[in-house]
């Protein structure tokens, strides 16, 4: 089994900063790439930001500039640096992982956080 275990969130005024981590556990061989999704009240649930086993990063228009996402191999950790914090920033965040849980098999499964609040307020 593997588990992604979400941090970080909390209530911060617009122009300010938080710091998410995600750190996965379990049975793992690999994990090909980590990213961050977040969905607003009323809103399907939008990418955020992805890093690539390659280091590979993909943001979404909206965070460019303002949020970094990075991760720590040795403890299969990622992280979003959010800084000059938005109020439409204000979401449930969500990270997600596609993990290749066996050396003897290629196949890739894909996991989910069960999320941390991230409200900005004026």
């Known amino acids: 089994q593997v588990q992604l275990v979400e941090s970080g969130g909390g209530l911060v005024q617009a122009g300010g900063s938080l710091r998410l981590s995600c750190a996965a556990s379990?049975?793992?061989?690999?994990?090909?790439?980590m990213g961050w999704y977040r969905q607003a009240p009323g809103k399907q649930r939008e990418l955020v930001a992805t890093?690539?086993?390659?280091?590979?990063?993909n943001y979404a228009d909206s965070v460019k500039g303002r949020f970094t996402i990075s991760r720590d191999n040795a403890k299969n950790t990622v992280y979003l640096q959010m800084n000059s914090l938005k109020r439409e920033d204000t979401a449930v965040y969500y990270c997600?992982?596609?993990?290749?849980?066996?050396?003897?098999?290629?196949?890739?499964?894909?996991?989910w956080g069960q999320g941390t609040q991230v409200t900005v307020s004026s």
């Open positions: 379990g049975s793992i061989f690999s994990i090909n790439a």
């Open positions: 997600n992982a596609r993990i290749q849980r066996y050396s003897w098999s290629s196949v890739e499964f894909n996991y």
């Open positions: 890093l690539s086993s390659g280091d590979n990063t």
